[in-house]
């Protein structure tokens, strides 16, 4: 924009530079009538250029503030888009790159728990496994032991029985071999004795 | 045996006039059972009855029923009198009854009180003893 500004500058200042260098040229006087001749031909003439130079600055002017202005704000906001657009661009990518840095640490970390949690978990299932089979060996040991009590239980019950039976068939026998066996004398030498005991115990 | 207040009162004086230096006597008894028969009772029959249930319990009390399969000596019922009157200080007799299955001893009972002294009894102690 601004090297567009300055060629229409120096554009503008061109003519005035030839006027300019025109007086100081006194000893190439002899130039200068060629000059003034070929100007004559050409139709340049003071006012004509004067008033070139007036049509030439506004237009320069008009040209200026209605075409190179707008042009050069469009590009100016163009450019500060496109400026915008790149640090953008920069910012999302170094974004980007912090979140591939961010996901690589979280898939570590991840990865991290994850293992931390599988060992955990095979560690619980050792203990699980330990557990349970210390418990099973208990119950299989409670289970033997109940058993072992019930049999004992059982045969005690059963010499009970038998210890019971064999004194009621030795009750009864002898009952009846002492009721056929003694004599109604020896009965009541019995009688007499067990009285005289009982008498004498309670006494 | 009836509720009436009055019938076992009434009962309870009539076993107090039937005993005879503490003993209930058949003689007073007698004595007791003419003069509720000439008495007007007007429920004579549940006095009797009532005066009936004590009398029982006095006589069993003071009674030492001597179950024996056989014949037992008088030195031993005296033996058992003597000693069960000093035992319950109060007099007791003793009756004699024959009963087989002791096969032989005694058991005698006073009252609501056994006293086994038999060949049976043993033998079933013994039996009741072993486990």
Known sequence: MKAISIALFLGMLLPLGLLAAAPEATEVAAEVGKLEAITGKFGVTWPTLIAQMINFCLVATVLYFFAVKPVAKTLDERQQKIADGLQYAEEMKTQLAEAERERAAK???AAQDAQRILSEAREQSKEMIEHKTQ??????EAIIRKASEATELERQQMLSDVRKEVARLVVATTSTVLSRELSDADKQTFSDAAAKELASSAS | MTRDKKILRFAKNLVELSREHGVVTESRVAEVLNGLKQAELRRKLLVLKTYLYYIRRIVADQTA??????ALSPEALTAIES???QLYGRPISAVTTPDASLIAGVRIRVGDDVYDASIAGRLKRFAENVH
Request: proline share 6%; no cysteine; hydrophobic share 50%.
């Open chain 1, 107 to 109: 898939i570590k970390e």
């Open chain 1, 135 to 140: 418990e099973a060996a208990a119950h299989a």
């Open chain 2, 65 to 70: 029923v001597v179950a024996t399969p056989g």
């Open chain 2, 83 to 85: 000693s069960f009157t």
